[in-house]
T-cell receptor, first 113, second 113 residues
Framework: DQQVKQNSPSLSVQEGRISILNCDYT??????FLWYKKYPAEGPTFLIS?????DKNEDGRFTVFLNKSAKHLSLHIVPSQPGDSAVYFC????????????FGKGTKLTVNP | DTAVSQTPKYLVTQMGNDKSIKCEQNLGHDTMYWYKQDSKKFLKIMFSYNNKELIINETVPNRFSPKSPDKAHLNLHINSLELGDSAVYFCASSPRTPRYEQYFGPGTRLTVT
């Protein structure tokens, strides 16, 4: 039972363009959503988060949008850089409950120079 | 000055053996976790400890036993290894708040032959 889904296993964009990574969730109890970035042979690193009381959070080139009614969030990277090439994991947490993170399967982003 | 470290990075062993993976964090965090990333790339929580107390114990075979000698260490011992235990195991830690913001170690790739 996948509570967090990333339906695109890979995405390829040109340097300087926008990268949009998508994530859907099924559990309405989730109240925090996060994006993690992972390079090969390394652990995931926290990138950006958003609370369910917001619909947008921005940090430099990274913006996360949350649409609660659609149970959908997206990560926008503008402009994309070759160093952004990595696997991006969407994760969700029920902070009022178990607090554990539930991860999606990841989307591999490749930014071409 | 590694924040979350794991040893060993690679572990190759035969079925039926017992092995341990060690994890240490120097971030002063209260909570530590073990995750398993299987061949399908899902990152799933196994255990969580808060100040040496077990707080999350997912449906994991009892061949897996976490041990936390102090709040900076969380080791994972696996008895009677099986082929299906082959995976990458990640240790993580988080502060008291926000607990969803987790810091991951580099992972231990376990191969059971």
């Amino acid at each position: 039972d996948q509570q967090v889904k990333q339906n695109s296993p890979s995405l390829s964009v040109q340097e300087g363009r926008i990268s949009i990574l998508n994530c859907d969730y099924t559990n309405s109890m989730f109240d925090y959503f996060l994006w993690y970035k992972k390079y090969p042979a390394e652990g995931p690193t926290f990138l950006i988060s958003i609370s369910s009381i917001k619909d947008k959070n921005e940090d430099g080139r990274f913006t996360v949008f949350l649409n609660k009614s659609a149970k959908h969030l997206s990560l926008h990277i503008v402009p994309s850089q070759p160093g952004d090439s990595a696997v991006y994991f969407c994760a969700a947490s029920d902070q009022g409950g178990s607090e554990k993170l539930v991860f999606g399967k990841g989307t591999k982003l490749t930014v071409n120079p | 000055d590694t924040a979350v470290s794991q040893t060993p990075k690679y572990l190759v062993t035969q079925m039926g053996n017992d092995k341990s993976i060690k994890c240490e964090q120097n971030l002063g965090h209260d909570t530590m976790y073990w995750y398993k990333q299987d061949s399908k790339k899902f990152l799933k929580i196994m255990f969580s400890y808060n100040n040496k107390e077990l707080i999350i114990n997912e449906t994991v075979p009892n061949r897996f036993s976490p041990k936390s000698p102090d709040k900076a260490h969380l080791n994972l011992h696996i008895n009677s290894l099986e082929l299906g235990d082959s995976a990458v195991y990640f240790c993580a830690s988080s502060p008291r708040t926000p607990r969803y913001e987790q810091y991951f170690g580099p992972g231990t790739r376990l191969t059971v032959t």
